[in-house]
């Protein structure tokens, strides 16, 4: 009988453990020692604008909530990178108006609490509040906060409103306002201004904040000034601490609910995005938390987990929840929201929302992959995202907080997130614009651009130049990442038949090579001469912006060729490839694969060791084995990472930095026993195989994208010790290689897995079993053709075509014409190209020769048919196309002198006119620089003054205050528009007479 009530009950448990959702094993609180202001134990939904949370340090780098602080200043409604805005605490007893300190909270409003007596689930959190007896409950829609006080008996409880929060980054706040608009609501907006070198970020958190009971008065306080019983408080424009407080005499046990919506655009959005997601609940606390749970669940529920090990499945679907819950919708419910200029929009679909979030940094290896996988209308969403902000602001964005150009981290990897999604299917946007916008990232210096930040890449054109960057420029490391982003638009350019560019931006791709020091065998810092940087070390020289590697060292950086890890083997030699992987891992086992603690500061410490996954630029390490012949090592460290670095409590859930998702993108996707090398952005994106850690895995396709249902992957006799693949079937085939397509995966199927103790070394190791990449999916010839190619070259070959072409016709036109008396002939003259000069200038004489165009070579090879009419004056302005060609200021000035010369020669009496050549806008016609054509110009004066000629300075006419062309007399930067026509006729009029 006993053993029948065993076996029940043990059933029953088994029942129930089946039946628990996915959102159920989400733990907030896990990694919250020790985490950034991004990462927060409170409420969100998927991308939620409002990420309601606790906070309890003060302004600090890392700021926000820290595990080991037992007291809480209040929660607020903004954790977004850089952004922070609009605190709520409820209280009682004397109004206090400052926060307190960590170590001593009865300085403020602060309020001690136990980790006993608080619940951090996804879409709720509580906690009890113990110096007030309060506790206080909040759940979220994305766009609004809900929270339930139950306060004890007191004739003051109250809740302080405080819009000067101490955040990771700070902020500066230039205008408050807090205004009673009835005895339930009230509303307000701080403007502000993010600190910390994040001061392109300005922004207004507007609010609109109500209860479901009356307050019996409305206080508040500037600076240390208290005002009482107001219906306004206000800074005024200064940067001052200003909060408020509504009062209410409450009995034991009562609820007061608090409900407020949030936006960047006005106070009448946010009390549109207010009632529009909360009205619907009519004020019922539980059905929004059963709703945030529900809309977790369903995303959670796109990849489904079985195995008995219920830790692993709590670090699973937190891991899950992470790459969702850091980064920001930033637009209205009615698609409203404000571009870098401050400048209010509308999205034409608001259906698809506007996000925001940290840079894209290396996010190749992590949420590129999974937000593709498991939610590609995300996916598409992103995309959205940045060509909309390129349609307002001409620039992709790196990182759009608030909807800014952050000019965050470096190199452009939103090109690989854009060429994942393309290639895989996901394209409901506009895809030429996308191409357009990524073409334009890889082929214009960045530049601090006019809504705030820096746009592009800021050591772009010095590539371009060396093909590296040079340590007197930037980072060394910058090159490798510029060639990754480089062979992506190369993709994207082969899948869309441009084929000259497919050959440019791959040849560019190899240019990493450029930066590799056989001698020493690790890529390495060199100079603009050539010359390798003396004092070559494997770590240390972690850089920033400056000299080195940025945020790593050579060691990490030499592995970093995501696109071509085989021509890196070639390079390196696959025996030290594999020895120097190993050694780096059993070097840095011991730290947990985490060095940031290791140094002066975080940033030198992510130079101290060879693996360091706390942070990006080696996160693909383990999977480098695949590629080296050795699987059973990527099988083996993969597991190592995910055990030693991840963990299922607050103080050791991610030891480093986990950064909106990205260590939790790469946990999901190693789980599942899978990763993108190349970041997915291959024409034909491909899976590589790890070592998947539960027994089975459901990754539920979304039908607007994939149509094969379900993809299952299931890890035989997995376990703790079984880590390594014995062998392999992919939709009941034998697989002996470490790759499969994402075609296979998203037309459904399986891939079955046996698992064992120890590594079977046959398989995944024969000739094709490797992962390919760019060095083996081209061919030799394929290869010897793009390394050879040279775009400049051929399209300057086809332009003096054209303009030969050109000119032979505008030949016959010349021959045509009869030599008349008294003419007056104007020469490399293109302004005024096509005009009818007779009718321009009111006079018959006045001709356009047309012979040689703006180019003083082909000029010389047709100035007899000229002279032989000695014509009365000749115009000359001649120069910008020779330096488009190439040629050089003092060849342009040797050629001047022979025209001269000629025709002084040829034609003794005519008069000869120099103009100094137009301005152009380099930065449109970068080949035209100004710098040269004012070089030129000097020249010419000095030239007409020696000959006695007449010198005609065009350019105070034309030049804008930047002295470039400028824009009212230009249709393009280069040439002139109908105004510019006119102005020029104006000036040379009375020369002609």
């Not at 309890?56 to 700021?63: F, G, P, R």
């Not at 007056?824 to 001709?847: C, M, P, Q």
């Not at 020696?946 to 062309?965: Q, R, V, W």
């Amino acid at each position: 009988m006993r053993y029948l009530i065993i076996t029940f009950l043990i059933a029953c448990i088994g029942e129930l453990q089946a039946q628990k959702q996915p959102v159920a094993y989400v733990d907030p609180m896990i990694g919250s020692h020790d985490s950034r202001w991004i990462m927060f134990p409170g409420p969100t939904r998927p991308f939620g604008m409002v990420k309601l949370s606790p906070d309890n340090q003060e302004l600090a780098w890392k700021a926000g909530y820290e595990h080991e602080i037992n007291n809480i200043a209040g929660f607020s409604h903004i954790h977004s990178w850089t952004m922070a805005g609009l605190l709520t605490m409820p209280t009682n007893g004397e109004l206090k108006i400052k926060p307190g300190s960590e170590k001593n909270p009865d300085l403020g409003y602060r309020s001690r609490f136990n980790h006993q007596d608080e619940i951090a689930e996804a879409g709720y959190y509580s906690v009890f509040l113990d110096d007030y007896k309060i506790k206080a409950e909040m759940t979220t829609t994305k766009r609004a906060s809900f929270q339930r006080y139950t306060f004890p008996r007191n004739d003051s409880s109250r809740v302080l409103i405080d819009l000067q929060i101490p955040s990771e980054y700070g902020s500066e706040l230039f205008y408050t306002e807090i205004k009673k608009v009835s005895n339930t609501e009230i509303e307000g907006m701080s403007y502000q201004q993010s600190l910390r070198k994040a001061n392109y970020n300005e922004y207004i958190v507007h609010f609109v904040m109500r209860f479901d009971k009356p307050f019996t008065s409305f206080n508040g306080w500037v600076k240390e000034e208290i005002v009482r019983n107001v219906d306004r408080v206000s800074s005024g424009f200064g940067h001052k601490d200003v909060g408020a407080s509504v009062t209410f005499p409450t009995q034991e046990g009562e609820k007061i609910m608090v409900q407020a919506g949030i936006s960047l655009v006005s106070i009448e959005q946010a009390r549109l995005n207010l009632e529009t997601e909360m009205n619907p609940f009519n004020w019922n606390f539980d059905a929004v938390v059963e709703d945030a749970k529900k809309e977790w669940n369903d995303l959670l529920s796109t990849i489904e987990v079985e195995d008995s090990r219920e830790e692993l499945k709590i670090k699973f679907y937190t891991n899950l929840y992470r790459a969702y819950a850091g980064r920001t919708t930033w637009s209205d419910v009615n698609g409203k929201y404000i571009d870098m200029y401050e400048k209010e929009q509308q999205l034409v679909d608001p259906s698809i929302p506007l996000y925001g979030s940290d840079g894209f940094w290396i996010s190749i290896w992590n949420l590129n992959q999974l937000w593709s996988l498991a939610t590609p209308q995300i996916a598409n969403n992103w995309v959205s995202t940045m060509l909309e902000i390129y349609d307002k602001g001409g620039w992709l964005p790196k990182g759009p907080t608030g909807i800014e150009y952050s000019g965050i981290m470096v190199a452009s990897h939103q090109n690989s997130l854009i060429a994942n999604a393309y290639h895989k299917g996901i394209r409901n946007y506009d895809v030429g614009k996308a191409y357009e916008a990524m073409v334009k990232i890889q082929s214009e210096q960045g530049k601090f651009h006019d809504g705030g930040g820096y746009v592009g890449n800021r050591h772009l054109q010095a590539y371009m130049d060396y093909g590296y960057v040079p340590d007197e420029v930037g980072p060394v490391s910058s090159t490798l990442a510029y060639a990754y982003d480089d062979w992506t638009v190369g993709q994207m350019a082969k899948a869309l038949g441009k084929e000259k560019d497919f050959k440019h931006f791959t040849k560019r791709a190899f240019n990493y090579k450029n930066v590799f020091d056989k001698n020493v065998g690790y890529i390495r810092r060199k100079y603009e001469n050539g010359n390798w940087v003396d004092n070559f070390q494997i770590y240390g020289d972690v850089a920033w912006l400056g000299p080195g590697y940025v945020e790593g060292n050579a060691w990490q950086y030499t592995f970093f060729v995501p696109h071509d890890v085989s021509g890196l083997i070639d390079l390196i030699g696959k025996d030290e490839f594999n020895d120097r992987l190993q050694k780096g891992f059993e070097t840095s086992a011991p730290h947990n694969f985490n060095s940031e603690h290791l140094g002066d500061n975080s940033l030198t410490g992510m130079g101290v060791l060879p693996i360091n996954h706390g942070n990006q630029p080696n996160m693909q390490a383990a999977y480098l084995f695949n590629h080296s012949g050795k699987p059973w090592l990527t099988q083996y460290w993969v597991n190592e990472i995910m055990d030693k670095y991840y963990g299922t409590d607050p103080i050791g859930g991610w030891k480093g930095d986990e950064d909106q998702g990205q260590m939790g993108a790469w946990y999901v996707m190693s789980a599942m026993g899978l990763f993108e090398m190349d970041g997915g952005a291959a024409i034909d994106p491909i899976y590589e195989i790890g070592s998947p850690q539960m027994k089975k895995v459901t990754v539920n396709l979304d039908p607007e994208y994939y149509s094969g249902g379900k993809f299952v992957i299931e890890a035989k006799n997995a376990s703790d010790e079984n880590i390594y693949i014995q062998s392999a079937r992919l939709n009941n085939k034998p697989l002996n290689k470490t790759w499969f397509y994402h075609k296979e995966l998203v037309n459904g199927g399986s891939l079955v897995l046996k698992m064992g103790p120890k590594p079977n070394k046959k398989w995944g190791v024969g000739v094709k079993a490797a992962p390919p990449s760019m060095s083996t999916i081209l061919t030799s010839e394929e290869k010897e053709v793009i390394l050879k190619y040279d775009r400049q070259k051929e399209e300057l070959d086809a332009w003096n075509r054209a303009i030969k072409a050109y000119y032979y016709h505008r030949k016959e036109h010349f021959e045509s014409l009869p030599d008349t008396a008294d003419e007056i002939i104007f020469l490399g003259n293109s302004i005024t190209d096509g005009a009818e000069w007779s009718e321009l200038f009111g006079n018959s004489n006045v001709k356009n020769r047309g012979i040689g165009g703006d180019d003083t070579d082909g000029i010389l090879e047709r100035l007899k048919e000229v002279t032989s009419s000695e014509p009365e004056k000749i115009f000359l302005m001649i120069g910008t196309n020779d330096l488009a060609y190439g040629k050089s200021v003092e060849y342009i000035t040797s050629n001047y002198d022979r025209i001269i010369e000629q025709i002084k020669k040829e034609s003794t009496n005519t008069q000869i006119y120099l103009q100094s050549v137009l301005p152009v806008d380099d930065e449109i016609h970068p080949t035209r620089p100004n710098s040269s054509i004012r070089k030129l110009n000097d020249y010419l004066q000095q030239l007409a003054s020696k000959e006695g000629l007449s010198f005609i300075d065009l350019s105070p006419h034309f030049e804008s205050e930047n002295t470039k062309l400028n824009k009212a007399y230009s249709i393009d930067g280069l040439h002139l528009n109908g105004a510019g026509y006119i102005l020029w006729k104006d000036i040379i009029q009375p020369y002609i007479k």
